[in-house]
C-alpha cells in the first residue's frame, strides 16, 4: 500500500478530458490504459466493448473517490464554496469566471451565505459586484431565508446601491 495520496482533481473539464484520453489510449490497445480499466471493470473491453463510463470511473479511483457521480459533486460544490468565498471578499474577476460554470450560475439566487442570505445580499453594498450578478440572474425580490425573518437585498444595500 503506497503512503501517496490521490492527487487532488482541479476541475471537471479537465477531469473529463482525462478521461476520454484514457478511453482513446485504451482502444488504442495501451496496455497501461486497458490495465487502469480493467482494474475498475474487470469486463472492460472483454465481454463488452469499452465505454467513457469505464474511464471515467477509473478517473474517480485515482482521485480518491468511488465513483464519477461523487468526483463530479466534489468539483461543483467546491466551486459553489469558491463562488461563495469570492461574493463576500468582493473578488468580482473570481466571481465572474465561477459564474461562467453552469452549475455555479443556478445558485446565483440561492441561500448559501450565513442567515439564508443570497449572494445580492451580501453584495447589497458593492455596486460593481451586484451588477455582476444581476447580469447573471439574481433576482433583488428575493428574500432571505433566515428563521428569525427575512429580509430583502435593499435592507443590506446602501443609498447608492439601492439607486
Do not use: C
Not at 482541479?10 to 480499466?37: I, S, W, Y
Not at 466551486?79 to 466571481?95: K, L, P, Q, Y
Not at 447580469?135 to 428574500?143: F, I, V
Amino acid at each position: 500500500m503506497s503512503d501517496q495520496q490521490p492527487p487532488v482533481p482541479t476541475n471537471l473539464e479537465q477531469q473529463h478530458k482525462l478521461a476520454k484520453d484514457l478511453l482513446r489510449d485504451a482502444r488504442d490497445g495501451d496496455p497501461a490504459a486497458l490495465a487502469r480499466l480493467k482494474a475498475v471493470r474487470s469486463d472492460a473491453g472483454a465481454t463488452r466493448p469499452l465505454q467513457l463510463a469505464d474511464a471515467q470511473l477509473a478517473i474517480a479511483r485515482d482521485t480518491g473517490f468511488d465513483s464519477w457521480p461523487m468526483l463530479v459533486e466534489h468539483l461543483q460544490q467546491r466551486d459553489i464554496r469558491a463562488f461563495r468565498d469570492a461574493v463576500s471578499r468582493g473578488e468580482i474577476t473570481t466571481v465572474r469566471r465561477l459564474l461562467g460554470m453552469p452549475h455555479v450560475k443556478e445558485h446565483v439566487n440561492a441561500p448559501v451565505f450565513a442567515f439564508g442570505q443570497r449572494a445580492a445580499h451580501i453584495a447589497a453594498k458593492h455596486a460593481p459586484m451586484l451588477e455582476v450578478l444581476i447580469a447573471a440572474g439574481a433576482d433583488l425580490n428575493l428574500e432571505s431565508e433566515w428563521e428569525n425573518g427575512p429580509y430583502t437585498v435593499l435592507d443590506n444595500a446602501t443609498e447608492e446601491t439601492a439607486r
